[in-house]
């Protein structure tokens, strides 16, 4: 594996602003384990929403029907890593937030070995697309996270699948090469994988099981016709949004210029 690792430890981590301590239980490296605990400890959001569309008229069993709304139910699957005993959960949406944003909504999330818990959207912040939403009962494992690694030429890495019952099975691949990502605001990391992964806004993690970043997006390398051209946000700025809106109770929002109101 061809990740650069300051260190590999257990410990307690105070964020930023200092509100979320987050305990970042590693995997040691090399334990057959680890993949079954990132198994577990990942988990699925199910986001719904339900709005009414615009009046219109309509037929229905022979009858003329004026000025109906339909009902228009949506689904939002993410998958999330929780951060505390306090049940949060880390989830990236990307620009689906403001399918999201304002809408009346129920959340499940399910965790390993199927358990399904009630959720609670805690926030958004809009500048980056993340999302923290809280268990209201029982209790979740934390993910273990690499917030020192950085991805490098030929590393491996892996992504979940999700399953029904909430276990995530995982899919590898390679990094092919990697280019540092200019945008300062948005800072990721911009890497040509070798295969298309699952999904935006899964997860992306190395060999260890560690998650190191989410995925933003996903395109055909122009550089390479067999790659493709992937951004990765890593945790370290996602973590910082999660602390943000933890800390505001509620949403970071931003302008159409992702200037902060």
Not at 151 to 164: F, Q, S
Not at 185 to 199: C, D, F, K, Y
Not at 204 to 227: T, Y
Request: hydrophobic share 40%; proline share 5%; aromatic share 6%.
């Amino acid at each position: 594996m061809m990740l650069k690792l300051e260190s590999a430890f257990r410990y307690t981590l105070p964020l930023a602003i200092g509100l979320l301590q987050f305990s970042s239980a590693q995997a040691q490296q090399g334990s057959p384990n680890a993949q079954e605990a990132a198994g577990i400890s990942l988990v699925r959001v199910n986001i719904t929403t339900e709005t009414r569309g615009d009046g219109e008229t309509v037929v229905l069993d022979g009858r003329r029907i004026p000025n109906y709304h339909p009902k228009i139910i949506e689904m939002f699957p993410s998958t999330g890593i929780v951060l505390d005993a306090s049940r949060h959960v880390l989830i990236f949406l990307g620009y689906r937030w403001a399918d999201i944003q304002g809408r009346n909504h129920r959340i499940e999330i399910i965790a390993g070995q199927g358990q399904k818990l009630a959720g609670k959207l805690i926030g958004i912040d809009q500048s980056t697309g993340v999302a923290v939403v809280e268990a209201q009962e029982g209790s979740l494992p934390g993910t273990a996270l690499c917030l020192r690694c950085e991805i490098r030429d030929g590393a491996t890495v892996v992504t979940p699948v999700l399953e029904d019952q909430g276990i995530s099975q995982f899919e590898s691949a390679k990094i092919v090469s990697v280019t540092a990502n200019g945008n300062e605001s948005q800072s990721g990391w911009e890497v040509t994988i070798n295969r298309r992964l699952p999904g935006i806004g899964e997860p992306l993690l190395d060999v260890e099981h560690r998650v190191l970043g989410f995925i933003a997006s996903q395109k055909p390398s122009p550089q390479d016709p067999m790659g493709v051209h992937t951004v990765v946000f890593p945790m370290s700025q996602l973590l910082t949004s999660a602390e943000k809106i933890i800390q505001a109770n509620g949403d970071i929002r931003t302008g159409w210029l992702g200037v902060y109101l």
